[in-house]
Each structure stands twice: as C-alpha cells, then as structure tokens.
C-alpha cells in the first residue's frame, strides 16, 4: 500500500511539472517578449528624442544660422551669442575656443577674457554635427577674363562701361575632385552712367560654359535694396560630399545690413537652400 502511495506522488508531480513547463512556455514567454519589447521600444524612443542634432554658425558681420540636421534657417535672437563657447575660423583657418558677444558688432574673448581682433571673414561654429572648410583662393585677372565677363554681361542682355567690382577665383565647388573657376561680378557700388542694368552675378566657368549660383538684374536706378554678394565659404557640412556655398550680401546704403545665402550642387545647377533674412 506504501508502495502505490508513494507511485500516486510520483505521478502527480510529475504532472504538476509538465504542467507548469506548458503553462511557461505558452504565457510566461510571451510576457517576457512584451516586457522586452516594450523596453526595446522605450530606449529607441528616448534616444531619438535626446538626439538634438544642430550646428550654429555666426558669421560677422551680424549674420545667425542654424542647421538641425535636415535644413538652414536664420536666427532672429542675438541671445544665441551668450548660449554658447565657440570654434572660431578666419579665411578658413582655426583660431581657436572663443566667447562671442555682441554690441553693435561682434566681441571675441577667450577663456582669460583676452580679445582677438579679426583681420577679416570671421565664423563661429558650434554643435553636434560634422564639418570640412574646403579651401578657396582669390586669383587675379587676365585679359582673357575680361572676354569671360564680357560673354557674360552680353547673354543677359548687359551693357556696361565700366569695371564694376570683379572677383576671380578657384575652388572645387561640386566636390567633383576638379578645381572650378568662380567669377563674381556687380555695378552696385559703381555709376549709373553707361549702365543699362544694375546686376550681380556669382558663376563658374568651366568647358567654355557658364553656370550660374547668384544671379540678379534690376533697374540701373533702383539699387538701394541690391545685394553685393561675396563668395565667403564652401564648407561641406554633415560631411555627405556635398558642399555648402556660403555667399554674404553687403548693401551700399546700409553699412551694418548684411545677410548669407547658401547654395549648394545638384543635377548640374546650383540651388538655393536658404535665403537672405
């Protein structure tokens, strides 16, 4: 009697464990993989909240931009100055960690509170985002460059008398491992008289062929609003190999009014990503 006693335990536990085992595996692994699905869930979203991805660029003089990661805009707030310590470049080159403040124009004080004085185009950088200065370089005329804006001037319908303000330079501004030759060229500083237009054009000549990135024509007359646009810097931001062109604008009739656009290569044009404030 013992004997079959002890056979009944037997049996019953070992049907208790199977039991247990089926119960387990068809509820208790389920809830796990909810349980670690709703975790997976979580972090991924958490981390793509806390992923604030932006780059502040200051450009003197006066001009605020920011990129997150998917377009350009303006900042309107000079708050933007104090926010932050910046990576500070002139003519490309890095000059190093610097306070930016701004009082009519822009004050540069390292952590001692030395100032740095300027020489000249002058950004601060400051973000999450990668970045590449691709070098520029001013070169002088010749009088084959003359026949080059000539070409220019007359197949936009342009009748000029005189030598406005012309820059030349070389830069690969594709980023198609070929140096490009960049005109740039504007009468608004120069006399109405023997001008048909006022214009301003920003172009590579390349192949014996004219590609336009900043063009106007507007009334000879009317040029108190005409920008003097400045190649200023070709940086390849996020480091996609498509770089960025950087044109400021000056105006004659208002010394501290400036504003940039931005330009960059596609589908053999350039095209603007963002415009003057």
């Not at 192949?207 to 900043?214: A, C, G, L, S």
């Amino acid at each position: 009697m013992e004997k079959y006693q002890i056979k009944i335990v037997v049996i019953v536990l070992i049907i208790s464990l199977i039991y247990l085992g089926v119960f387990y595996y068809f509820f208790g692994e389920k809830k796990e993989t909810k349980n670690n699905n709703v975790i997976e869930s979580s972090t991924s979203s958490s981390t793509v909240e806390n992923e604030d991805r932006e780059l502040i660029m200051l450009f003197n003089p006066h001009i605020k931009i920011k990129y997150d990661g998917r377009e350009y805009s303006n900042i309107t707030n000079d708050s933007i100055y104090n926010e932050h310590t910046y990576n500070l470049y002139e003519y490309n080159n890095f000059v190093g960690s610097y306070s930016i403040e701004y009082d009519n124009k822009e004050l540069y004080h390292d952590s001692n509170m030395n100032e740095y004085k300027p020489n000249g185009d002058i950004v601060g950088l400051f973000g999450n985002i990668d970045f590449e200065f691709k070098p520029i370089e001013e070169i002088y005329f010749s009088l084959a460059d003359r026949v080059i804006i000539n070409n220019a001037l007359k197949e936009n319908n342009i009748t000029s008398k005189i030598i406005g303000n012309y820059k030349k330079y070389q830069a690969d501004v594709d980023n198609d491992q070929e140096m490009e030759t960049i005109y740039s060229i504007d009468n608004a500083s120069a006399s109405s008289y023997g001008e048909s237009k006022s214009y301003a054009f920003i172009f590579t000549y390349e192949n014996e062929k004219i590609n336009y990135i900043y063009k106007y024509e507007g009334d000879i007359n009317n040029k108190s609003n005409m920008c003097s646009p400045k190649l200023r810097n070709l940086i390849d931001v996020n480091k996609d190999n498509k770089n960025e062109i950087f044109i400021s604008c000056s105006y004659n009739d208002n010394e501290n009014k400036s504003c940039m656009e931005i330009y960059q290569f596609s589908t053999n044009k350039y095209k603007k990503i963002l415009s003057c404030s």
